[in-house]
């Protein structure tokens, strides 16, 4: 399919552009949009614009139109004056572009589809054994569009029943999608941001996943409960600056724990730990640190990781 050439999404050149860290001024519903291979589109009421759960640069012509952009995407998105006829693009580097999918959406002044309000919570915590997965929609069947810890706060923004369960549309600044209220226990606020975000999925007989790590806002430092399956390894990405000090704990219920600490530049800062050792140390290049922890037992196997930089 052509790049997106539709009239009302491609505004000229004279309109004056902004670019904003999110669109909460914009006359555009909440939506949730599925793009092309396996892109989730999100934004909620409190004008989080964001692309799989990580949030998007946006540039706003006037309070129909905006353009979201992530990892190098651009996503128009629009709707008529009265807010109706919400239409998401998606043109990725290149001449192949199109629509996406809307599979949710709410109003200009709220969500519709939701009947959360005073009779519900203002905020939940996350109770679950590893992650919760927020979805797309509410539905078990809808793409993961992240992963939050238990003991995460999250912004309620509305419930509705689905399948036969109650689900509710929750936010927490990283993450804002739908989960089950089975996993949800109603709590006070502020809400905490997501401490790992999951960023690729790995694959083969050494299949891994990579997450970047998060503080809180205001914090040097976080810690939360994972786990993972026999033979499996997980990643961790921690930005930091040449000086800065690192400090890793892997705390197992179990053996075959270990963990490997890797540079930016791939090469090795800490070689093969058993879990029973931490880290403390001055870090001497900047960028994206890799913590790697292993499972090198039979079973699977629950753990909790603390992380600190200085």
């Not at 009302?8 to 001024?25: N, Q, V």
């Not at 640069?57 to 990892?71: D, I, K, L, Q, W």
């Not at 999925?201 to 050494?206: L, P």
């Not at 810690?223 to 600056?241: H, I, N, Q, V």
């Amino acid at each position: 399919m052509s790049k997106m050439t539709q009239s009302r999404l491609l505004p000229s050149l004279a309109i004056f552009a902004a670019t904003f860290g999110s669109a909460a001024y914009a006359e555009i519903p909440p939506f949730t949009a599925q793009c092309p291979t396996g892109i989730t589109v999100t934004w909620d009421p409190a004008g989080n614009v964001r692309v799989n759960g990580t949030p998007a640069s946006v540039r706003m012509y006037n309070r129909n139109y905006f353009e979201a952009t992530a990892g190098g995407i651009d996503f128009p998105i629009s709707t008529d004056e009265d807010g109706s006829n919400l239409l998401v693009g998606y043109n990725p580097p290149g001449n192949a572009g199109g629509f996406c999918t809307i599979v949710s959406q709410g109003s200009a002044s709220g969500p519709s589809d939701t009947t959360a309000g005073a009779d519900g919570p203002d905020f939940f915590s996350i109770s679950v054994n590893g992650r919760l997965n927020v979805r797309s929609s509410p539905s078990s069947s809808a793409s993961v569009v992240g992963k939050l810890p238990s003991g995460t706060v999250v912004q309620n923004l509305g419930c509705r029943q689905s399948e036969g369960r109650t689900w509710c549309h929750i936010a927490d600044g990283d993450a804002s999608g739908w989960a089950a209220a089975d996993f949800l226990s109603e709590t006070s606020g502020p809400v905490r941001g997501a401490r790992a975000t999951p960023v690729v999925q790995g694959g083969g007989m050494a299949s891994h996943t990579v997450e970047r790590v998060k503080f809180p806002r205001g914090a040097s430092g976080t810690e939360f409960t994972d786990s993972l399956d026999p033979g499996t390894s997980r990643r961790y990405l921690l930005r930091a600056r040449n000086g800065q000090f690192l400090y890793f704990r892997l705390a197992a219920n179990g053996t075959g724990m270990t963990y490997v600490i890797y540079n930016p530049d791939g090469s090795v800062l800490l070689d093969e730990m058993s879990s029973n050792q931490e880290y403390r140390g001055q870090l001497w290049q900047s960028g994206d640190h890799i913590i790697e922890v292993y499972n090198t037992s039979n079973g699977a196997q629950s753990y909790n990781v603390i992380f600190g930089i200085n």
